[in-house]
């Protein structure tokens, strides 16, 4: 694990300063009030791109991914869709069992303040399950697998960004608490880490001819 933080130390040290600039703001200012600021960096012109960039977090978008790289390499199908499915699975437990009367933006601010969050007009909002965020954890174990897999150490600050998009969406759209996409990028990114070490452990031991072959390469 400690080879690929280093071979990718960009995007861990973005990620870093994510997490003590998303930490720091979050020990100055409570859940709500905190929400309640970036709900100020509301525009317009910018709702499309949002909603459309969040649908990268969904479950859906894990599959297509896998089927995808099927016809590339079947290590990196695996490689995703076991992050995919561990990562979004320790997700789900969370919030459906662990925490599951934690309640969204909506819910907060539409039964227990008067004060008011913009929202895009049209959009279905959720209210509970709000801990963690699903599409955030989708989102990081996405990029993380294919910065990996792609094996372009110079190109990690772009995967970062668009992880990065997808779990701020997230806020922007009043689906999730700051907090809550903390949490999901973490677990995102480390469970990710977790199911590589693992498959690079079965690689070194058993060297399966059929990870470096695709549904293009049978032979």
Known sequence: MSSIISKYRVFFILYGMFLVLAGSFLLLHSREDGHMILN????????????????????????????????????????????????????QLLKNFAFPDV???????????????????????????????????????LFTVLMISYGKPKMAWLFFLAALLVGYSRVYLSQHFLV????????????????????????????????NKSLLRLK
């Open 40 to 91: 100020q960096f509301f525009f317009e012109p910018l709702h499309p791109f949002f909603v459309t960039l969040t649908r990268i977090g969904d479950g859906l978008s894990i599959v297509i991914v896998v089927m995808l790289l099927m016809f590339w390499k079947f290590k990196a199908a695996l490689f995703m869709a076991l992050a995919g499915m561990l990562s979004g699975g320790v997700t």
């Open 103 to 141: 309640g969204r933006p909506y819910f907060y601010f539409r039964y227990f303040t008067e004060d008011n969050i913009q929202l895009v007009p049209g959009l279905d909002m959720h209210i509970h399950n709000s801990f963690p965020s699903g599409h955030t954890t989708a989102a990081f174990s």
């Open 180 to 211: 809550d996409v903390l949490a999901g990028s973490f677990i995102g990114i480390l469970f990710t880490l977790l199911v590589h070490q693992f498959i690079e452990k079965i690689e070194a031991k058993s060297q399966p001819a059929w990870f």
